[in-house]
Every structure is written in structure tokens, then in C-alpha cells.
């Protein structure tokens, strides 16, 4: 989905030189941002406010102590084909690129966008909805950028087994095959299988280095993860399983998930098109948060995304 051209302050850069956003522009991100989060949630699939099928699926209650929830644009929004028809709040990101919309990779003789899922951080009764969602889009990458508690609160709940452990959640059987860390990530290999079919290897980067509300102090070990990332992916296709999207949360599902996308989305660009093309940071987060409001929240995480991309531009 693109956004109307005029998107105030947008202007296109070369990829040579990243330049901080000036104090206007700056402003434009944080009013965007304030204005995104201010409406009421609105159920995604049936365009009711605050609608009771769906607030429990949904970070909305008191009793979780957690963040609202921001609920996907409509035409974008990944529904979970359960019993009842309940959703989880995820939605499908087409990558596409602001300077470049042609672009498209063959999978299956079909050209589609690389495409991404970002979602919340599991709440102890919505696992099985996130199993199912993963299944029903045979996502084989998982990123999970934030911890399970974080300044004393819970930020996502575990579902997954320990390694060398088996757990059942509903329909989901998932088995923790290894576990294996590095300084800024760790990595888990999981046998899943929905309803008794085959099964499936899935693949789980956790993040653990990005504080919140905050950012890291180094972009090399986030561009480093995100070159894991999609290596994983990539030798995925290259064994013929033809993954889904690559499905991104943290807590909320759009402050560091928002970020790892935009960065992911941006460096897409200058691998494929190289280091002259054209990029706009700023519209593409503009972009971002048309499908999912709230994206990329906060002046910091923005200027992040900057910093990055100049970081990898230099090492080049």
C-alpha cells in the first residue's frame, strides 16, 4: 500500500549521504506519531470499535498490564481461519519499495513482495492463536525482539518448550530441537506440526540486546542480526520449502518491530539497487505506519534507522 506523495518533509536522499532529519521534519514524524496513536482500537475484520469478540485476542484488558492494542489497516490485516473466526493482532507488511515498485521476487513462478508479519508478543491465551497464524502462513522465521520481562513486567509470554522439551498449546505441537546464543541473539530450531500433519522447521531469532524504549548503542550488532536473519531465510527457499513472510514482534508489535522492518526494508533496497538509488527513510516510515499505526513510535528509534543505514553504507 503506498502513501500520497505530498507526506510533508519527505524528501529523496542519496543513499551516499544520510542526513539527520531536519528539526521540521523531525517534527512532522512526532506529530504523525501522536496522531496515529491517539484513535480508539477498531476491530479489523468487523470495523466495530472496541468490539467484544475480539478484545480478548487483543493487549486491551486492565488485568494484562500491558500496552493497547494497535489493531492493522483493514487491507492488511493477517486474519487467523479458526473455529470462530478470531483474530490475532498481526498484519501482513508488503516490502515494496518507495523508488523502485517494480521490484518483485519469484517464488512459484509468482511475483510477490518480500513480505513481513508484525504482530504483538503472545499473551498466555492467545498461543495458540499465534501458532495457527504461523501454520496457516507457513512462516519458518520467527524474530523476537524483546524479552519476556523487561523492567519487571511481562512483556511476552514463553511459548515455546525448553530445548530438548515438548509442549502442546490446542492444535500446536512444538518441540525445541537446539538452542544456541551469541552475544546479542539467540537462536532456537523448533519441530512444529498443526492438527497431526507434517512437520515443520521453524526457526526463532531472539533478540535480546534492544532495550525499551530505548535503542542499542551499536547498529553493527543489529545489522549483523538481520543478516542472520535473512540468510536463514534465504537458504530456506534455496531448499525449496517456499517460506511465508518472516514474522517480526516484540511487545506492542510496533516500536522495535516497526524499526528492524524499516532498517530491513531500506538495506533491501541498496542490495539490490546499489549504492546510488534513491532512498527516503522518513516516507518509508510514513509508509509502514499506513499499515500498521504507530510503527517506528518515538523520535529515538527513528533516528536509529539513520544511524544504521549510514553504518552500513560505510562498510560497504
Known sequence: KDVESGVPGAEYINANYIRQPTESEQGDINASSENLNGGQAMCASCQQKNCPNCQALNKTCVQCAMKNAILPA????????????????????????????????????????????????????????FWNMIWQENTRVIVMTTKEYERRKNKCAKYWPDQ??????????????????TNDYTLREFLFSWRGKEERRIFQYHFQVWPDHGVPSDPGCVLNFLQDVNARQEQIMIEGANPGPICVHCSAGIGRTGTFIVIDMILDQIIREGV?????????????????????????????????VQHYIQTL
Open 74 to 129: 483493514p487491507s492488511t490485516n493477517c486474519t487467523n481461519c479458526s473455529k470462530k473466526n478470531e483474530i490475532i493482532n498481526s498484519r501482513h507488511k508488503r516490502s515494496e519499495s518507495i523508488t523502485s515498485r517494480g521490484f518483485a521476487m519469484k517464488r512459484d513462478e509468482k511475483d510477490t513482495f518480500k513480505t513481513y508479519i508484525a504482530t504483538q508478543g503472545c499473551m498466555p491465551n492467545t498461543i495458540i492463536d
Open 164 to 181: 530438548g522439551q515438548t509442549q502442546e498449546w490446542g492444535h500446536a505441537k512444538v518441540t525445541c530441537v537446539t538452542e544456541s546464543s
Open 276 to 308: 546510488e538509488t534513491e532512498i527516503d527513510i522518513q516516507r518509508t516510515i510514513q509508509m509502514v505506519r499506513s499499515q500498521r499505526s504507530g510503527m517506528v513510535q518515538t523520535e529515538a528509534p527513528v533516528q536509529f534507522v539513520y544511524y544504521a
